[in-house]
């Protein structure tokens, strides 16, 4: 049954509406999932802040040219899902690959590439991006970036004062130890 005008028009718009929050997207063709394997896989990405969609190619197509980005149209052929990834898109890619390899879809879905930054992107590429940090990951490193030198300074002070009272100390010491000589 054909989609009304109107629709399409609601569809691009919210295309590109998730575009728009979103950091990249990664293009899956897919063949003969059941509803409840594709479920799984809406659910694995979701916990990475993306999202798993399947939409008709002309429609993305014009979702894109909306939203300003880049159009792999070569990446949007035949029949393909389009998984978004939100602000976390190595989290998202990582999860959506993990995800194939633990449910073994590789022979029903495969990666053709995607959209990162501006840059269209092949499934190497997209494999390659599954192998950065993810959002949860660079926080953790700056934070440590961040408190490793806090902690050093802490160190050095402590070590000081406690230099600094030792030598007083001593300085009491002598000083009664020449009063009780006296």
């Known amino acids: 049954m054909p989609i009304s005008r109107t629709r399409k028009e609601e569809l691009v718009a919210e295309y590109a509406d998730i575009l728009r929050q979103s950091d990249g997207f990664i293009v899956v063709q897919t063949q003969g999932l059941g509803v409840s394997q594709v479920q799984g896989l809406r659910n694995a990405v979701r916990e990475h802040n993306g999202r798993y969609l399947v939409a008709k190619n002309t429609l ?11 159009v792999p149209a070569e990446l949007l ?4 899902a389009i998984v978004f990834g939100g602000d976390n898109m190595p989290g998202v890619s990582k999860a959506l690959l993990k995800h194939m390899q633990e449910q073994e879809f590789e022979e029903r879905m495969q990666v053709t590439g995607g959209v990162m930054a501006g840059e269209i992107l092949d499934a190497q590429q997209v494999d390659a991006v599954s192998k950065l940090p993810t959002l949860d990951e660079l926080r953790a490193q700056l934070a440590g970036l961040v408190v490793s030198p806090a902690q050093g300074l802490v160190t050095v002070l402590h070590q000081a004062t406690g ?7 001593a300085y009491l010491d002598k000083h009664e130890d020449e009063a009780e000589a006296a």
């Open 60 to 70: 993305m197509h014009k979702a894109l040219e909306e939203a300003n980005w880049v």
């Open 163 to 169: 230099g600094v009272v030792n030598v007083l100390q």
């Open 77 to 80: 052929v035949g029949p393909v």
